[in-house]
């Protein structure tokens, strides 16, 4: 589905990503874990291509100069060159962090303004199906987004991103924040997701043991740089991630 080889990102001299590799197979859903700082935004803009328009915008308000390398390979083709529009209309959908809903907007003109690239009756049966999964949504939808708890917001930015389409949905700390039984609603809700609509994921987060159940296969990002990669069983057993990424010995 998905596989990135060798990917560099430089802010100025900075290196935020080191030669970082990953992949993603169909319907699969893969984890990236790592630290405050250890680059997983810098990972999910890069995948999406909004770095491009980040480099662009930098580049033309004589900011940072912002260096990306490497290789993008998604459904078999290279894509490092495609804009993040373009990217999009292929499937590869971002929900970013900290939750960009429209604020100002309510729960239903969020989801609405998600489902551009859609037909209206995938924009009509995907609005059924946010709501099906998410009913607490269904009884907020004249809410504006800026009055919602940060749960429902996280639903919301879900359920905008579904409404694009997704076949690999980014998803980006999605539980940054919440209670420990929202965590759990969202974690279900995301293999939910994976088996009903039949795509494929990558979820960061800080920390693993919340989403380590649900992933397929997971990588670990330190310092810009993937240390350790395996499936969930591989993590579960390992000494070393147990200690860094659990919480517990
Ligand atoms: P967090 O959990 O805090 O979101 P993260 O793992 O997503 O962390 P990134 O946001 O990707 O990490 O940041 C990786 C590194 O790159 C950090 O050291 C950060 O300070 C730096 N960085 C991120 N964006 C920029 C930028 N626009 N300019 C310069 N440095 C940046």
Same mark, same amino acid.
């Given at each position: 589905?998905?596989?990135?080889n060798? *990917?560099?990102?430089f802010?100025?001299?900075? *290196?935020?990503?080191? =030669?970082?590799? *990953?992949?993603?197979?169909k319907?699969?859903?893969?984890?990236?874990?790592?630290?405050?700082?250890?680059?997983?935004?810098?990972?999910?803009?890069?995948l999406?291509?909004?770095?491009?328009?980040?480099?662009?915008? $930098?580049?033309m308000? /004589?900011g940072?100069?912002?260096? +990306?390398l490497? $290789?993008?390979?998604?459904?078999?083709?290279?894509?490092?060159?495609?804009?993040?529009?373009?990217r999009?209309?292929?499937?590869?959908?971002?929900?970013p962090?900290r939750r960009?809903?429209?604020?100002?907007?309510? +729960?239903m003109?969020?989801? &609405?303004?998600? /489902?551009?690239?859609?037909?209206?009756?995938?924009?009509s $049966?995907?609005i059924?199906?946010?709501?099906?999964?998410? %009913?607490?949504?269904? =009884?907020l939808r004249? &809410?504006?987004g800026?009055?919602?708890s /940060? /749960?429902?917001?996280?639903?919301?930015?879900?359920?905008r991103a579904?409404?694009?389409q %997704?076949?690999?949905?980014l998803?980006?700390?999605p539980?940054?924040?919440?209670s420990?039984?929202?965590?759990?609603t969202?974690?279900?809700?995301?293999?939910?997701?994976?088996?009903?609509?039949?795509?494929?994921?990558i979820?960061? $987060?800080?920390?693993? #043991?919340? +989403?380590l159940?649900?992933?397929?296969?997971?990588?670990i990002?330190?310092?810009?740089t993937?240390?350790?990669?395996?499936? #969930?069983?591989?993590?579960m057993?390992? %000494?070393?991630?147990?200690?860094a990424?659990?919480?517990v010995n």
């Amino acid at each position: 589905m998905l596989e990135a080889n060798g *990917l560099m990102v430089f802010y100025e001299n900075m *290196l935020a990503l080191n =030669n970082v590799h *990953l992949r993603c197979k169909k319907e699969e859903i893969v984890g990236v874990f790592g630290a405050n700082s250890a680059g997983k935004s810098t990972l999910m803009y890069t995948l999406s291509g909004i770095m491009d328009d980040i480099r662009k915008k $930098e580049a033309m308000a /004589g900011g940072e100069r912002i260096t +990306v390398l490497g $290789e993008i390979k998604y459904l078999g083709r290279e894509i490092g060159a495609l804009k993040p529009s373009k990217r999009a209309r292929e499937g590869i959908i971002l929900c970013p962090e900290r939750r960009r809903i429209f604020r100002e907007s309510s +729960v239903m003109e969020n989801l &609405r303004i998600g /489902g551009y690239l859609s037909t209206a009756a995938q924009a009509s $049966e995907t609005i059924d199906y946010v709501f099906s999964l998410f %009913p607490a949504l269904k =009884n907020l939808r004249k &809410r504006i987004g800026g009055f919602l708890s /940060g /749960g429902e917001q996280q639903m919301l930015a879900i359920g905008r991103a579904l409404m694009a389409q %997704p076949k690999l949905l980014l998803l980006d700390e999605p539980l940054l924040g919440l209670s420990p039984l929202m965590q759990a609603t969202l974690v279900r809700s995301t293999r939910v997701i994976r088996d009903q609509r039949k795509i494929s994921l990558i979820v960061t $987060e800080q920390y693993a #043991r919340p +989403v380590l159940p649900i992933v397929d296969y997971a990588f670990i990002l330190e310092n810009g740089t993937a240390v350790l990669e395996g499936n #969930r069983e591989e993590l579960m057993g390992n %000494p070393d991630v147990r200690a860094a990424y659990f919480g517990v010995n």
